[in-house]
């Protein structure tokens, strides 16, 4: 009950916390200039979930959260907010506070990301995997879309002749726009790709997809066992 209670009051306050208002723990004191400050810093007022650290000077230790980080941070609290209620009221028991969430149902929305090639797979995929998080950028600051998550984990298919590994991101839309209608962000991360690797070992065998899928299409292309439902 006082476990539960505690963990009800932390929950209640993180999802009712006015970002980016900072989170300070200990109270600011006087600070040199390197110190985190958005009214002398423009970066500083750019970042979206301030939380201070307790030397000096005071910096933001959660600089690299983003709008779309935060928003899956808000919406795990949320969850758990939830399940603590029902436990204490009995309708729900503790395991459930710890079972994790499918990535692959939170979102109606993705954007697939598929390479091929023929050789040298390692160099592509890797390069491919490590710009996933400019793909996430660019689609924070398109027009219509409210959130994006990359799902860290890749699928692979080899038909014989060339290896293939996809990539997804979910993509929360908002009102009135459609995932089809992304492809500024799209175009920006494919020449990224390519403009790296055609400096390094490119081949014509090198290929890059990048479609949208709804939560309808998602068992044409990975299996309910993939997506953790079975």
Known sequence: GLVGSEMCIRDRMWTSWRWPEPVYIRPPGPQPYQAWNPDLNPVDATHCMPILTPTTPQI????????????????????????????????????????????????????MVAGTCEIDYAIWFGLIESQLRHLKDHLERECGVSAAQVWPIAFNRDDGVSFSRMWFLGVEMKPGHSVESIQQSIKLFQDLLFSKIFRSKYNESMTLTVQPVTDRNLPDYISDEEMGLN
């Open 60 to 111: 933001n230790s959660t600089n690299l959260v983003t709008a779309s980080t935060l928003h899956v941070i808000r919406a795990r609290m949320l969850r758990s907010l939830k399940v603590c209620e029902d436990i204490l009221a009995d309708r729900e028991v503790w395991y459930a506070l710890f079972d994790a969430p499918c990535f692959f149902q939170e979102y109606k929305d993705f954007l």
